[in-house]
C-alpha cells in the first residue's frame, strides 16, 4: 500500500521556468511533509517541509504547497537552475508514528 | 552538531556471502533510525527501523535482518545475499517527532 504517491517519474524543464513536482497521499493522519533533493550515488538531502496547519511554506526558490482536503503537496521550484536537476523525494510523516513514509520519487532534468 | 556515518561507500559481494552495513550517528541520543534501499529506477523503500536499544521493526519481508547493539549504531545483515540484493543503501537518523530524516552518504552494494 503506497501511501505517499510521486505518479510522475520524470520532469523535464527548461532553465529559468518554474517546475512544479507533485505528490499525493492516502493517510489523513499525516501531519508533516518533507521533501528531500537526492544526486546519484549520495544520501538524500532535506529542502524544505510544511506542517499541516499551514499551506505554504517558502524558502528562496523553493515553495512547498499544502492541499489538506485534496491530500495533495507540491514543491516549485523558480526560476529552475541546472543544479536543480536530481531525484525529488516527497515525505510524511504523523504524530506518535516511527516512519517518514516516502515516495518513489521524480526525477527533475533542467535542460539549458 | 550532528553526522551520521555509514560504510562502507561501495561493496562487491558474491551471491551467497554474508553482509554487514554499519551505520553509526553522532551528535544526538536516541535516534530513530532507518535503513532503506534504492533499488535501481526504484524510490526508497523502508527495510528496517528501530525507535530504541534492541528494537527492531522490518517493513518487507527479506533476506536481510538489522540489529541495534548501540543507541546509535544500526547493522543490516543477511547470511546469504542474493542477485536481488543489488542497490543502494542508505542509512537515516531522526528525531522523535519525525520532522526531519538524516541521510548517510549510502553504499552501493552489488551482489555478482
Known amino acids: 500500500d503506497q501511501q505517499v504517491k510521486q505518479n510522475s517519474p520524470s520532469l523535464s524543464v527548461q532553465e529559468g521556468r518554474i517546475s512544479i513536482l507533485n505528490c499525493d497521499y492516502t493517510n489523513s493522519m499525516f501531519d508533516y511533509f518533507l521533501w528531500y533533493k537526492k544526486y546519484p550515488a549520495e544520501g538524500p538531502t532535506f529542502l524544505i517541509s510544511?506542517?499541516?496547519?499551514?499551506d505554504k511554506n517558502e524558502d528562496g526558490r523553493f515553495t512547498v504547497f499544502l492541499n489538506k482536503s485534496a491530500k495533495h503537496l507540491s514543491l516549485h521550484i523558480v526560476p529552475s537552475q541546472p543544479g536543480d536537476s536530481a531525484v525529488y523525494f516527497c515525505a510524511a510523516s504523523s504524530q506518535g508514528a516511527q516512519k517518514l513514509v516516502f515516495g518513489q520519487g521524480t526525477r527533475l532534468t533542467i535542460n539549458p | 552538531s550532528q553526522t551520521i556515518h555509514q560504510w562502507p561507500a561501495t561493496l562487491v559481494q558474491p551471491v551467497g556471502s554474508p553482509l554487514s552495513l554499519e551505520c553509526t550517528v553522532e551528535g544526538t541520543s536516541n535516534p530513530n533510525l532507518y535503513w532503506y534501499r534504492q533499488a535501481a529506477g526504484r524510490g526508497l523503500q523502508l527495510l528496517f527501523y528501530s525507535v530504541g536499544i534492541g528494537q527492531i521493526s522490518s517493513e518487507v519481508p527479506q533476506n536481510l535482518s538489522a540489529s541495534r547493539p548501540q543507541d546509535r549504531q544500526f547493522i543490516l545483515s543477511s547470511k546469504k545475499l542474493l542477485l536481488s540484493d543489488s542497490g543502494f543503501y542508505l542509512c537515516a537518523w531522526s528525531n522523535l517527532m519525525n520532522t526531519e530524516a538524516f541521510f548517510g552518504q549510502g553504499t552501493r552494494l552489488t551482489v555478482v
Open positions: 510544511i506542517s499541516s496547519i499551514k
